[in-house]
């Protein structure tokens, strides 16, 4: 997952605590509707102007807008894992897994 990405499933979790719609959302930052969809879906960014209403609407500090590594589904953090393992070392592979075994444990 890239940074547009997480950003974008930043915004569109915060943006349903609040109940608003995408439409709502662009009216109170000036964007077209249009906009929010493309930013939520890891498509483009914004300027930080923008960056700055949507922290002041959910009432958060900008970096937290960046903040969305702990609500990954488990199918995306698996699948992330089997990427991180088809390139490891089989050093690193049975490092992984003894750190693993030991915080589940």
């Known amino acids: 997952m890239n ?3 997480i950003f974008g499933r930043r915004l569109k979790e915060l943006r ?3 109940k608003l719609t995408q439409e709502q959302l662009a009216e109170l930052v000036d964007l077209d509707p249009k906009q929010i969809c ?3 879906n890891g498509g ?3 300027t930080f102007d923008t960056l700055e209403k949507i ?3 959910f009432n958060v500090k900008i970096y937290d807008l960046f903040y969305c590594e702990h ?3 488990k199918d995306a953090l698996i699948k992330e894992m089997n990427e ?3 390139s490891a ?3 690193n592979i049975e490092l992984i897994y003894k750190i693993v075994t030991a915080v589940v444990r």
């Open 3 to 5: 940074s547009l990405q």
């Open 16 to 18: 349903k605590q609040r």
């Open 38 to 40: 493309r930013i939520e």
């Open 44 to 46: 483009c960014f914004t």
């Open 55 to 57: 922290a002041k609407i």
């Open 71 to 73: 609500k990954q589904p």
């Open 84 to 86: 991180i393992f088809k």
């Open 89 to 91: 070392s089989d050093e």
